[in-house]
């Protein structure tokens, strides 16, 4: 059988992403109660409330990729990133992942 597009993107979004997994596992319980006390901190603005939000899971995605390291890496892609003067631990070799992380309230 052929496969459709939304196949292929729907299977792309189920790829692993244990730092991001595990974070919200973690952390997403008190999400409820957060935005709660947000929104009478904030006399019930909701954009401000989601704004800070949207920044408090953004520094809780950013520890988690500082704090993840399992699965563990190759013993050789250790020994070429240390070559290359970079960290041994995953996501840290460009930091392009842990910079980009963001969020928006529209």
Do not use: C
Not at 59 to 88: N, V, W
């Amino acid at each position: 059988p052929t496969r459709r597009s939304s196949d292929l993107t729907a299977s792309y979004y189920r790829l692993p992403r244990p730092f991001f997994r595990r974070m919200i596992a973690a952390k997403s319980p008190a999400w409820p109660a957060e935005v709660g006390k947000l929104l009478k901190t904030n006399k019930y603005d909701a954009h401000a409330a989601m704004t800070q939000m949207g920044k408090r899971i953004a520094g809780q995605l950013m520890e988690s990729i500082l704090d993840f390291t399992s699965p563990p890496l190759a013993e050789s892609t250790i020994a070429a990133k240390i070559a290359k003067g970079q960290t041994s631990k995953p996501l840290e070799a460009t930091k392009t992942m842990l910079n980009n992380v963001q969020s928006w309230v529209e």
